[in-house]
Structures are given as structure tokens and as C-alpha cells.
């Protein structure tokens, strides 16, 4: 049996652990340098614990890890490192999606502001010189002036044409009675035309150019998608002046418009000085008497200015479609005494786009006055 010589208590006492040095590295250590003096220099840590012979460090350069102090590859130095290169990718993908939400947000910007479907012209969403413009351009070929001399004067309208081979609609009013039909086109040429249908009972007639061909027609929309408020655009002939252009929106639906049927009471008699455009609405006359017989029609009123001769003329939406045929407005007074207009004031009626297709067939089948039905 070994004696214990330990005090009473004493614990035993731990293996002492040798001292770890850090790894070598991969690379070969610095040799010493000689300067041009002669003198030789060791390389270093720096605060001379190198040595100048290499003593007290294992490797050249490596000196022994100090109490407190990081270890290689720990805290210190690389842990900023690798935080300012963590903040610097955290930037990156910061930027890179900041980038993507902007391209996301661009592109669902310009999708809002362009349209969802094709159309004839351009679907204008607000009102604007762009859309009016695109419009008038599209349109305008396809609206004519329209002459009709009558015993009792001319009568100056306008006309939409609907077929390449020369078929016009327009207004009763406009040719009822007529002895002669001249049309006059955008382009300033004139043909002559032939009545082929009037129905007095919706204020509807077709024309049609003889000899015609090639023809840029209209397209017919739908008015039973108007809603109050659209935007239109009102092309015809006021006063003569072929072609104007006048914009607007739809300012009521289904107005209870009363006109004349009688030959050349509705007309635009300018020789005669008689009143333009007589019509009657809520039980009250405008522009003059309608007389004994007389037709009743829902129309689409707009505050796009209408005047004498536009009467027959397109009202077109903004997908530059035919929507209505325009057929009264009210001018007041001058106040001249003379019983002449003093124009537009922003009350114009249209003949519903829907009526006149639905009436097409009786027209060029020759309507003469046909009923309301």
C-alpha cells in the first residue's frame, strides 16, 4: 500500500493542459530582411516580442495569443468585418427589391392608364385634346354635309355614312320633301344622292350616293352601355360648316323629345328666316311650333354644342362608335326680334344609336312613314 502524503482535504491535483498554439499557416514564415546598411530585420508583430532572432515565437510574425484577447477568426476585427459585409448585402437586397417594387409599381401604373381591350380609335379614361383629336380624325371621313332643296327653300344638314357603297343616315327632317339630295364629304368632293327610306315616326331617313364606292364608313356602337356622365364627341355641319368638331359628356338618358313630322317644318330654312329646329320636351316648345303632326322619341341628351345643321350629324364616344344621330337642340332667342338663334346653350338631343339599327331594315326597304314599333 502507497502512502498519501496530501494534506487532509487536498484534492488531487488536474493534468496540466498544454498551451494551445494557433494553427501555422498555410504559408511558409517570412524570412528575415537585410536593408542597404547592413542591417538585418526579422519580421515582426510589431511590438518586438518577435524577436530578433525568432525567439519567443513559435513563428515568425505569430506571437502567443494574450490574456483577454480574441482568438484568430473570433470577435474582434473579423466579427465587423463580417457585420459590414452582412449590412452591405442587407443593402444589395434592399436595393434589388426596392428596384423590383418600383418596376412592379411602374408597370401596374401603366397598365392602369392604357386600356384593357382594343378599340377602333382610343379608349380616352378623362377628357382630353389627345382623345378628342384621335376621334375626329377617325370619324370625320365618315360624316357629310347634305343639301336638300325643297319648293319652299334648302334645308342643311348632315349625315353619317354607314356602308362603303354609299348609304347615309340622317334626319327626316333634314330631306323630307326633298327635290334634290346633294352630299358633300370631308374631302370637299360632292355626289349627288337618292332618298331610299324615311321613317317620320323616329325622324330617321337613308340616303344613298349613286355611283358610290370605296367609302369610309362609321362604326355603329351600342347605346345601351351610355351611361350619364360619358364623354362624347358631336362632328356635323352647323351653319354650314362642314366638319366641325364639338366635345361634351352624356347629360341625360331617355328624354321624351318631341319633333315635327311635317315636310320641311324641321328643316334649316335659311332664306326664309324661319325658326331652326322646332321641338317640344316636358310639354313646353322651343325653336318655334312643332305644328299638328308630330313624333315622340327617348333621347340622349348632351351638353356637346349642337347648332343648326348638325342635325343628322354622329355622336360618338370615345371609342370613336356611333352612339346616336343628333336630331334637336335648343337655341333661345337672340333677342334681336327677328326670331333668329342665338345658338348652342348645352341642350342637345341625339336619336339613340340602337333605334336606328333596329330600323335599318324598314329604311332600305323604303319605311314611308312607318309606326312606331
Same mark, same amino acid.
Given at each position: 500500500m502507497t502512502d498519501d502524503t496530501r494534506p487532509y482535504g487536498a484534492q488531487e491535483p488536474q493534468p496540466q493542459q498544454p498551451y494551445a498554439y494557433p494553427q501555422p499557416p498555410a504559408y511558409p514564415p517570412r524570412q528575415p530582411v537585410t536593408t542597404a #546598411?547592413? &542591417?538585418?530585420?526579422?519580421?515582426?508583430?510589431?511590438?518586438? /516580442?518577435?524577436?530578433? $532572432?525568432?525567439?519567443?515565437?513559435? !513563428?515568425?510574425?505569430? @506571437?502567443?495569443?494574450?490574456?483577454?484577447?480574441?482568438?484568430?477568426?473570433?470577435?474582434?476585427?473579423?466579427r465587423a468585418r463580417r457585420t459590414g459585409t452582412l449590412l452591405a448585402a442587407v443593402a444589395i437586397v434592399a436595393?434589388? &427589391?426596392?428596384?423590383?417594387?418600383?418596376?412592379? &409599381? #411602374?408597370?401596374?401604373?401603366?397598365?392602369?392608364? /392604357?386600356? /384593357?381591350?382594343?378599340?377602333? =380609335?382610343? $379608349?380616352?379614361? @378623362?377628357?382630353?385634346a389627345g382623345g378628342v383629336a384621335?376621334?375626329? %380624325?377617325?370619324?370625320?371621313?365618315?360624316?357629310?354635309?347634305?343639301k336638300a332643296s325643297t319648293t319652299s327653300g334648302q334645308s342643311t344638314g348632315s349625315g353619317v355614312v354607314i356602308t362603303g357603297?354609299?348609304? *347615309?343616315?340622317?334626319? $327626316?327632317?333634314?330631306?323630307a320633301g326633298a327635290d334634290t339630295v346633294q352630299v358633300a364629304f370631308s374631302d370637299g368632293s360632292k355626289k349627288t344622292a337618292k332618298v331610299v327610306g324615311t321613317d317620320?315616326?323616329?325622324?330617321?331617313?337613308? *340616303? %344613298? =350616293?349613286?355611283?358610290? /364606292?370605296?367609302?369610309?364608313?362609321?362604326?355603329?356602337?351600342?347605346?345601351?352601355?351610355?351611361?350619364?356622365?360619358?364623354?362624347?364627341?358631336a362632328i356635323g355641319s352647323p351653319e354650314g360648316l362642314t366638319g366641325t368638331v364639338t366635345s361634351g359628356i352624356v347629360s341625360a338618358l331617355d328624354r321624351d323629345v318631341t319633333v315635327s313630322k311635317e315636310e320641311g317644318r324641321g328643316g334649316q330654312q335659311r332664306e326664309r328666316g324661319v325658326p331652326q329646329w322646332p321641338f317640344e320636351f316636358g310639354g313646353n316648345? !322651343? $325653336?318655334?311650333? +312643332?305644328?299638328s303632326s308630330k313624333t315622340t322619341y327617348k333621347?340622349?341628351? +348632351?351638353?356637346?354644342?349642337?347648332?343648326?345643321?348638325? @342635325?343628322?350629324?354622329?355622336?360618338?364616344?370615345?371609342?370613336?362608335?356611333?352612339?346616336?344621330?343628333?336630331?334637336?337642340? !335648343?337655341?333661345?332667342? @337672340?333677342?334681336?326680334? +327677328?326670331?333668329? #338663334?342665338?345658338? #348652342? &346653350?348645352?341642350l342637345g338631343f341625339a336619336i339613340p344609336v340602337d333605334t336606328v339599327k333596329a330600323d335599318l331594315a324598314k329604311l332600305r326597304a323604303g319605311g314611308a312613314g312607318g309606326g312606331n314599333g
Open positions: #546598411s547592413g &542591417v538585418t530585420v526579422w519580421p515582426g508583430d510589431g511590438d518586438g /516580442s518577435g524577436g530578433g $532572432n525568432g525567439g519567443g515565437s513559435r !513563428y515568425a510574425g505569430f @506571437s502567443e495569443p494574450q490574456p483577454g484577447a480574441p482568438e484568430p477568426g473570433r470577435g474582434g476585427a473579423p436595393a434589388i &427589391v426596392g428596384g423590383g417594387s418600383a418596376a412592379l &409599381v #411602374s408597370e401596374l401604373t401603366s397598365r392602369g392608364d /392604357s386600356t /384593357s381591350h382594343s378599340t377602333p =380609335v382610343q $379608349n380616352a379614361s @378623362s377628357k382630353s384621335a376621334v375626329a %380624325k377617325a370619324v370625320s371621313p365618315s360624316i357629310v354635309e347634305i357603297d354609299g348609304e *347615309i343616315i340622317t334626319n $327626316n327632317h333634314v330631306i317620320p315616326d323616329k325622324d330617321l331617313a337613308l *340616303i %344613298k =350616293v349613286q355611283g358610290a /364606292s370605296g367609302l369610309k364608313a362609321a362604326t355603329l356602337g351600342s347605346s345601351g352601355s351610355v351611361k350619364v356622365g360619358d364623354e362624347v364627341v316648345q !322651343y $325653336n318655334g311650333d +312643332t305644328g333621347a340622349i341628351q +348632351t351638353d356637346a354644342s349642337l347648332n343648326p345643321g348638325n @342635325s343628322g350629324g354622329a355622336l360618338i364616344n370615345m371609342n370613336g362608335e356611333i352612339i346616336g344621330i343628333n336630331s334637336a337642340m !335648343y337655341a333661345p332667342a @337672340s333677342g334681336g326680334g +327677328t326670331g333668329e #338663334s342665338a345658338g #348652342s &346653350v348645352g
